[in-house]
């Protein structure tokens, strides 16, 4: 089983890198990226997420992009601090 992880972002270029480098093994990372200024999508783009750019500004458009399918992913934003471990076992059963 795969998990998509949403990522709302907006100018999160200094934390991306420890967020994208602490997901496990069968996690995608999906970062929307919400008009940021401080190369956040290229930084994200390089590390292996899948960058998606929402025009709308705000924390809701960025959890649902419009070009994005619905679904039920789960998404955090891009600063705070995650335990990805604990959400696999979570997402497991």
């Given at each position: 089983?795969?998990?998509?992880?949403?990522?709302?972002?907006?100018?999160?270029?200094?934390?991306?890198?420890?967020?994208?480098?602490?997901?496990?093994?069968?996690?995608?990372?999906?970062?929307?990226?919400?008009?940021?200024?401080?190369?956040?999508?290229?930084?994200?783009?390089?590390?292996?997420?899948?960058?998606?750019?929402?025009?709308?500004?705000?924390?809701?458009?960025?959890?649902?992009?419009?070009?994005?399918?619905?679904?039920?992913?789960?998404?955090?934003?891009?600063?705070?601090?995650?335990?990805?471990?604990?959400?696999?076992?979570f997402?497991?059963?």
């Open positions: 089983m795969s998990v998509d992880v949403i990522l709302p972002c907006l100018d999160e270029a200094e934390a991306l890198p420890w967020v994208l480098g602490r997901l496990p093994q069968g996690f995608r990372a999906i970062v929307v990226d919400n008009g940021s200024a401080d190369g956040s999508a290229d930084i994200a783009s390089s590390l292996g997420a899948v960058v998606v750019a929402e025009p709308r500004r705000g924390f809701g458009a960025a959890c649902a992009p419009a070009d994005f399918p619905h679904g039920s992913s789960p998404f955090r934003h891009g600063e705070f601090k995650v335990d990805y471990e604990t959400r696999a076992r997402s497991h059963g």
